[in-house]
């Protein structure tokens, strides 16, 4: 991230600094409008903002650590709750938000096995459901995947109640105005939910949305002003997928690149 905000720089000074230098250069030649000086600076002033705004969006610096998609796969258990970065804008504006990586999480139901590969349970756009692990993983910005799991040991009893409360979850409407208790599902609700009624562990912290975006008080909220339609919820109660991650309940088992 150093060497990219680096380049950046040196990027927009070279960009601004021909600009200004052709200024200079005409101040003392003969007077002459045509407005290609206006639309050389307006046109490093926009490189300027679209290259930052490129290194505002451009997610945390990958881990190290590197697993193929099967090796990981088969280290899986039943309750690994997995987090990955989809490239959607939302998601990635819930990331900035919530100053993290990640943006999207779903929940292990099902081990590889020889008869089927690991599966998990998710909510997505436009109903929760259940995705093979290769794919789930495929569509992490960047191959980055964490995989943490709990740090209370289930039980075997624990294990079909993690699948019993995924399964009955399936099938609901995504909740793109991320409410804790809407009737419909996103994300980090879902996978909160199925863990809290399987093994009565709460992963997570909620709280409402001026709590949430105090935490980065640098953000511009122009896209969730245009996203609640001119009226940012505030008071209303959510969970993110980053809470989820930093939970105490949890322990981290991977992360890094995931490759094929």
Same mark, same amino acid.
């Given at each position: 991230?150093?060497?990219?905000?680096?380049?950046?720089?040196?990027?927009?000074?070279?960009?601004?600094?021909?600009?200004?230098?052709?200024?200079?250069?005409?101040?003392?030649?003969?007077?002459?409008?045509?407005?290609?000086?206006?639309?050389?600076?307006?046109?490093?002033?926009?490189?300027?903002?679209?290259?930052?705004?490129?290194?505002?969006?451009?997610?945390?610096?990958?881990?190290?650590?590197?697993?193929?998609?099967?090796?990981?796969?088969?280290?899986?258990?039943?309750?690994?709750?997995?987090?990955?970065?989809?490239?959607?804008?939302?998601?990635?504006?819930?990331?900035?938000?919530?100053?993290?990586?990640?943006?999207?999480? +779903?929940?292990?139901?099902? &081990?590889?096995? %020889?008869?089927?590969? *690991?599966?998990?349970?998710? @909510?997505?756009?436009?109903? /929760?459901?259940?995705?093979?692990?290769?794919?789930?993983?495929?569509?992490?910005?960047?191959?980055?995947?964490?995989?943490?799991?709990?740090?209370?040991?289930?039980?075997?009893?624990?294990?079909?109640?993690?699948?019993?409360?995924?399964?009955?979850?399936?099938?609901?409407?995504?909740?793109?105005?991320?409410?804790?208790?809407?009737?419909?599902?996103?994300?980090?609700?879902?996978?909160?939910?199925?863990?809290?009624?399987?093994?009565?562990?709460?992963?997570?912290?909620?709280?409402?949305?001026?709590?949430?975006?105090?935490?980065?008080?640098?953000?511009?909220?122009?896209?969730?002003?245009?996203?609640?339609? +001119?009226?940012?919820?505030? &008071?209303?109660? %959510?969970?993110?997928? *980053?809470?989820?991650?930093? @939970?105490?309940?949890?322990? /981290?088992?991977?992360?890094?690149?995931?490759?094929?």
């Amino acid at each position: 991230m150093l060497t990219i905000n680096r380049t950046i720089t040196r990027t927009i000074t070279r960009t601004t600094g021909s600009v200004l230098t052709r200024f200079s250069q005409r101040r003392n030649a003969k007077p002459r409008y045509d407005g290609s000086l206006i639309k050389a600076f307006s046109a490093a002033s926009l490189l300027s903002l679209a290259l930052a705004s490129t290194a505002q969006e451009l997610p945390a610096q990958s881990a190290p650590n590197s697993i193929s998609r099967a090796q990981l796969a088969s280290q899986l258990e039943v309750g690994d709750v997995v987090f990955i970065r989809v490239a959607a804008l939302p998601f990635k504006k819930v990331a900035s938000a919530t100053l993290s990586w990640t943006n999207h999480v +779903g929940v292990v139901i099902a &081990q590889q096995s %020889t008869e089927q590969e *690991a599966q998990i349970a998710e @909510s997505t756009f436009p109903l /929760s459901k259940t995705t093979s692990f290769s794919h789930f993983v495929a569509r992490s910005e960047g191959g980055r995947v964490e995989v943490s799991r709990l740090t209370s040991p289930l039980s075997a009893p624990q294990k079909l109640a993690i699948q019993a409360a995924a399964q009955k979850r399936l099938g609901i409407f995504y909740d793109t105005g991320f409410n804790l208790h809407s009737k419909r599902q996103f994300c980090s609700r879902y996978v909160r939910e199925v863990i809290k009624e399987a093994s009565d562990i709460n992963l997570g912290e909620p709280e409402n949305f001026a709590s949430l975006l105090s935490h980065n008080p640098e953000l511009d909220l122009s896209f969730w002003r245009i996203w609640y339609f +001119g009226n940012i919820p505030w &008071q209303r109660i %959510t969970v993110s997928p *980053a809470s989820l991650m930093r @939970s105490p309940a949890l322990r /981290s088992q991977f992360d890094g690149i995931v490759h094929g």
